[in-house]
């Protein structure tokens, strides 16, 4: 059964940078349009950013200049490049995406398993 991998996490202070990955199990499988979400402790889950699969992008307000979602379809991954961290971007991690399968639809709402950022001192 395919899954969607989340990687990248972890502690990173004020100011600093991390990249989080979303892999798509299986060579056949790659990523059409997704997304990425986060959910803070005691908060609901937002969304982020996301890309189409023709490459348009849109991302939310409070990460818009910060933030930047890529796709890269000879690694079938999704990126989410955080630059200037917060401590409110601390939050659980997760990719959304629909799937190709060989290059043709194969289904949408595919979720991670999620990463955890911690932006403190």
Do not use: H
Not at 8 to 17: F, I, M, N, R
Not at 97 to 102: E, G, V
């Amino acid at each position: 059964q395919v899954q969607l991998v989340e990687s990248g996490g972890g502690l990173v202070q004020p100011g600093g940078s991390l990249r989080l990955s979303c892999a798509a199990s299986g060579s056949i499988f790659s990523i059409n349009a997704g997304r990425w979400y986060r959910q803070a402790p005691g908060k609901q889950r937002e969304l982020v950013a996301g890309i189409t699969g023709g490459g348009s992008t849109n991302y939310a307000d409070s990460v818009k200049d910060r933030f930047s979602i890529s796709r890269d379809n000879t690694k079938n991954t999704m990126y989410l490049q955080m630059n200037s961290l917060k401590p409110e971007d601390t939050a659980i991690y997760y990719c959304y995406a629909d799937l190709l399968r060989n290059g043709l639809y194969y289904g949408t709402g595919y979720w991670g398993k999620g990463t955890l950022v911690t932006v403190s001192s």
